[in-house]
């Protein structure tokens, strides 16, 4: 099974930017694709972006143009920049990845975005 490990989270003002890193391990190289969540409380987990083995990238309407989904050469890191931050981004934020048919999540990473 894929464990994934999320940081980068924290507190950022409006019109700020942060960078999430997730690194998977026991994955040995079957990753297809991993990809970034986020949870406001009380709400559905929502997808933001995804980045295949491919380098393909998608990202949902609400994050385009202000965020980039990237990975390290090994494909076993991967990146979300935020840029140009908003209160209605806080949330909790999730890796996730899909290797052998099977989706495996990170624990989560508090991102909160206030003055």
């Known amino acids: 099974q894929v464990r994934l490990v999320e940081s980068g989270g924290g507190l950022v003002q409006p019109g700020g930017s942060l960078r999430l890193s997730c690194t998977a391990s026991g994955s040995d190289g079957s990753i297809s694709a991993m990809g970034w969540y986020r949870r406001v409380p009380g709400d559905q987990r929502d997808f933001l972006a995804r980045i295949t083995s491919g380098g393909s990238t998608f990202y949902a309407d609400s994050v385009k143009g202000r965020a980039t989904i990237s990975n390290n050469g090994n494909k076993n890191t991967v990146y979300l920049q935020m840029n140009s931050l908003k209160p209605e981004d806080t949330a909790v934020y999730y890796c996730?990845?899909?290797?052998?048919?099977?989706?495996?999540w990170g624990q989560g990473t508090q991102v909160t975005v206030s003055s």
């Open positions: 996730n990845a899909f290797s052998n048919g099977f989706n495996s």
